[in-house]
């Protein structure tokens, strides 16, 4: 009894162990490709549960069928038409459309169809870069050049063999020199601009120099028409003093000479240590006689 209740577990597992190798799910993001034998059978497109038979007799692979991006690795350098050396990173953006096509005449994973879409783009590049000067791959013409290199990639993929893929779109992300041309670019920029921050200073200080000769020029001008002015002022004042003067003293000559007195004692006697010896009865001290003509003592400073 325990041995028929073995037997009968034992063959559900098996039972369950076959039906389940017969039974397999495609994901929405790819595509099933059934073998028979080595041979592709059948490729299933849309996503599900599906049923096949169990291995040897077939058995069932995946192939991504969503966009896929490749990216440029390759550093090495190309020659544009005036045999300038650049260097250029691109990306693709490809995706498989028939998978017995791809398998056939590409590889049985996307890594395969990588490495040739690759080398099929970068030749692409290089023949068209060759034909272009660097100014037109680095200006509006870049267009022109990727839709050249789109062109011939898909005449090679969907050639005598199609690879069963779409190439949807190439573009440049970075164009540059290579390093030693780089430096020297950099160098001959580095130069220009020196040179142009020198021609500024130049003139910026022959500017200066301008100015200030100019504002100099300007103050110069400023003090000797003051100075004039100033002249012209103290001549009008000493002409109006000497006419006050004159009507004054015209009026009385007695206080004229009173006054010219005074002016010649308060100039003889500037200074303290100032010593001088005069005759008491000479006109010099007139006006300290007075009119009684006493006279006064020599004076001492």
């Known amino acids: 009894m325990n041995s028929k209740i073995g037997f009968y577990i034992s063959s559900a597992l098996v039972g369950l162990a076959v039906i389940s190798s017969m ?23 849309e996503p599900g549960l599906n049923v096949k038979l169990p291995p040897p007799f077939q058995n069932v692979t995946y192939i991504d069928k969503r966009l896929l991006t490749l ?7 190309m020659l544009t038409a005036e045999k300038q050396r650049v260097v250029i990173d691109w990306y693709a953006r490809w995706r498989i459309t028939d998978p017995s096509e791809y398998i056939r005449n590409v590889g049985l994973d996307e890594t395969a169809g990588a490495i040739q879409l690759a080398r099929v783009v970068r030749n692409a590049f290089q023949e068209e870069i060759n034909k272009r000067t660097v100014k037109e791959l680095l200006s509006l013409k870049r267009e022109a050049l990727l839709d050249d ?6 005449a090679a993929v969907k050639g005598a063999k199609p690879w069963g893929v779409d190439v949807v779109d190439v573009r440049i992300t970075r164009a540059d020199y290579v390093d030693a041309i ?8 580095e130069a220009e601009r020196k040179r142009v921050a020198n021609e500024l200073r130049s003139t910026g200080a022959a500017e200066g120099e301008k100015i200030r000769a100019d504002a100099d020029r300007q103050r110069e001008v400023t003090v000797a028409n003051a100075y004039r002015e100033a002249q012209k002022i103290k001549g009008e004042g000493d002409a109006q003093a000497a006419q006050i003067y004159a009507e004054s003293f015209g009026r009385d000559a007695q206080f004229a000479q009173f006054y010219r007195s005074l002016e010649a004692y308060k100039t003889t006697f500037s200074k303290k240590s100032d010593v001088m010896v005069v005759d008491p009865s000479s006109d010099f001290f007139k006006a300290f006689r007075g009119s009684g003509g006493s006279s006064a003592p020599a004076a001492k400073k």
């Open 23 to 45: 039974l397999f799910v495609v994901d929405q993001r790819q595509f099933g490709v059934v073998y028979s034998l080595g041979q592709i059978k059948d490729v299933i497109t």
């Open 71 to 77: 990216d440029n690795a390759d550093t090495e350098p």
């Open 149 to 154: 290199v789109k062109r011939e990639v898909l």
């Open 182 to 189: 780089t430096e020297s670019v950099y160098r001959r920029m």
